[in-house]
């Protein structure tokens, strides 16, 4: 399997389970990969036999984008289910970041890994 990737995407979004976080965006930082066979699309040189890295980043910017979540985890589950379903996806592997979380460090965040199986039960 190979990886289609997006490193250090930026989005802001009302996150977190205070009441003032509801109030103000916060920046969240994507990293995501997404298991794709990237050796048809190697051979033919077209985007139609791949997924394009710009269309799953515009997918989670729309999904994400000034949208109200208490927790991160509950951002990776939704983004994760979102791309496996829009782009027919087997695996993703999401990466979420909130940097101005926690003061004394650089940053803090989650990492999930779903497969079409796992969603599917
Ligand atoms: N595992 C998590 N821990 C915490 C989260 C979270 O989303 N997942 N969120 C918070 C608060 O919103 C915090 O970021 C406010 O600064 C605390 N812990």
Redesign the pocket.
């Known amino acids: 399997m190979d990886i289609i990737f997006i490193k250090k995407l930026i989005v802001m979004a009302f996150?977190?389970?205070?009441d003032w976080?509801q109030q103000r965006l916060q920046k969240l930082i994507f990293d995501i990969e997404v298991g794709w066979n990237n050796v048809t699309a190697a051979l033919s040189d077209n985007i139609n036999d791949s997924i394009s890295y710009t269309a799953i980043s515009e997918a989670v910017l729309s999904w994400v984008h000034g949208k109200h979540f208490?927790?991160?985890?509950r951002v990776a589950e939704e983004v994760a289910e979102l791309l496996i379903n829009k782009f027919s996806l087997t695996w993703v592997r999401i990466k979420i970041q909130?940097p101005?979380?926690?003061p004394y460090a650089k940053s803090?965040g989650?990492i999930i890994q779903r497969s079409i199986k796992e969603l599917k039960n």
């Open positions: 996150i977190g389970v205070y976080e208490a927790l991160i985890e909130k101005s979380a926690v803090v989650v």
